[in-house]
């Protein structure tokens, strides 16, 4: 486990295409990979996107379906860029998707070949397949490949079960970098579902880096400028019937280059439930998941990042979290990048388990009127816990040419506001205001 | 018209319910009230909601529907006031309504008996009417009449074209003050109608007194505290209708005491209009009626609230102002506080005629499933403003303690947000887009 963090120089290529994600590379071979095969089931024999090539980004024209649509929603990221001066953490989201079913167990990100892997994308991803062979060992192409996997595993996950099919957009950052975006709406299933990856990369200014990180380190960069790479994949997904949960999830990485050399990196991410009516069964089977998931790797994760998500998913002024919580973490560096990476790893695995059995046992609940009106109402609580507190969403309206449609993917496709709403005593809505006043413990 | 302000000292008196507002005495009875007759058919013959008595506030509980309902919206003030350390100038909003109708025409606030003009009121005066009486020539008596003659008339008016009745909800302000908030909601012909009055008072912080003024002022306060009145009346009015717009105006006043007994006092206010599609006459009747009113009092009023309305209103991360706006103005204070208040009268008379004979136009006009869904996602848009950008929002919710059912009553019942929505060109959605992109000239 003694393992360093070993990190070279950026190296610009002449490629125009070539990802500029800082160089590094993290050497801990010695630290196996954990198990967390019980969520590695993936996908096969899915719909085949795109050759992996180096012409990738060439062929953005034909994936992207309009010019204007290609966005993506992980991209508070993007944002971020666009106006360093104003730079704050913005919320991207990172997650491995997987198909319910059971398929083949594989390690992917360690021993597959790169363009094979590439071949189950929703899209070409946003690097160039070359530079991403060429840097196999990096962090950011271990990372750029397991944030296109979830993406992939998930939003085929999600097909299955509605029947419809995610409008693919791709989109590029003017100032480095893209992302891919690929929503549903007004599915069978689903009113609006949204998974999105964002890789973009830059330079920062000194006060812009600083407030990346929610410890506000000051760092040091070369005539203020100091050269970066984020990361992520993002997902809200709000299903029609008031009897399946909301679901969120969101992982992600950075790369800060000092002017000294020293480089800077850490992981972010977190999943969370939000359902209209509680099912205890349900609450219990989404935390019990990412509770396993989490102790695989530091027996303070779950209770610390429980907190933690229901501490930042509060609906301040209406003294309510915004659903059942999961789990949020942020700034994560310790004990090593590899460690570190394997625990996003088995998170964004967990995103599959977690929510699709949800999805699958309430598939044919049936429903009043009066249900999804309360489903309504609670849509509106959403709508204003994205625009009156989320950081990345507050973020990227703020900064001048963010991508708006990928920043507000998130909203649902309807949300209700009755004026004075009060649950009956006693009633099923009553019991789910309840819990979201006082947050329980599920495990 | 060579008139001064004469303020007094704030006289306590022993009576628990008896309004503190800074006892002022605006002296200019020679200048003769303007026309404004045009907006000022009053209604007669209508609810009467309760009796002007100095009792007034001991029969809240009868008034109010129940406890938790008693708020109101136009308490993005009273919100203000329970964290006087993070004040900032919240909206509250003002607006004298009158019936459609021609009703018979009466100056009230200067010549009617103050027990006679609460017989119209929707609930007994947040004042008890005693100390209205004794404090009759005073400018927030004055005020908090034309607020609740204004809720009054612009809620009957609504009433008549509706069929329906507005719920009134009362309620007191722990620190001092209370309102009236009247809501009507899944009307006939209204979607969510809000129409709110608050009153309050109390001591500020210098920092919130400085931060209420638009215009910064430092001003000095006995050991660091402020006594202060606020009051005004705000509504936003959303029809099911898509070809009838949705309109929102807010008529405030301020009092603040410093430390030497000097008082400051100003005015604001403003109506603006959000049609879901444009209608070139109505838009041109809206602007037009506001002009007249406005020009009665200064020829710059007009233009300058007008551009004053567009940058309010405005969207940003959108790049589309909220409506096809009105007039917006703050911070009022010259040449005079009577001069004042008769252009804020003539604003809030404008209420009725500039809404009403836009809804009665287009009371018949049908309508495709379509045309709904491009109003849904208009009201979303609304919500975007309101929850993002919106100062008295963004206020009260940041206050503990802030009634919020009253700050977000603005919020239609029903919106939508569908990804990458882009109306085809040339249709009449693209050609509302266009206006809301690029504000027009209108009068």
Known sequence: MASTIVFFSVKKTAQTTTRRCLKGLAHSPSVSLLPGGRWSSRGTGVRFMSQGTAAGRSRRGALALSAAAAVTAATAVAGFLANADHFQRAEMATSVPQTAEKKKKKDYEDEGDIVERCKDFMS????????????????????????????????KALQEVDGGTFKVDRWDRKEGGGGISCVMQDGKVFEKAGVNVSVVFGNLTEEAAKQMRSRGKVLKGKDGKLPFCAMGVSSVIHPKNPHIPTVHFNYRYFEIEEADGTKQWWF????????????????HHFHKTLKEACDQHHPQYYPDFK?????????????ETRGIGGIFFDDLDSPNQEQVFKFVKSCARTVVPCYLPIVYKHLSDSFTAEEKDWQQVRRGRYVEFNLVYDRGVKFGLATPGSRIESILMSLPLTARWEYMHEPPKGSREAEMLEVLRNPKEWV
Do not use: N
């Not at 160039?128 to 296109?148: A, C, F, H, N, P």
């Not at 501490?311 to 003294?319: K, L, T």
């Open 268 to 283: 972010g991410g977190g999943t969370d439930l939000t359902p209209v009516y509680i099912d205890k069964e349900d609450a």
């Open 307 to 319: 907190k933690w998500c229901d501490r930042y998913f509060f609906v301040r002024h209406r003294g």
């Open 124 to 155: 070409v991803p946003v690097t160039d397949i070359k530079v991403l062979q060429e840097r196999k060992q990096e962090m950011s192409t271990k990372m750029e490949m397991l944030i296109m996997e979830t993406q992939a595993e998930f939003c």
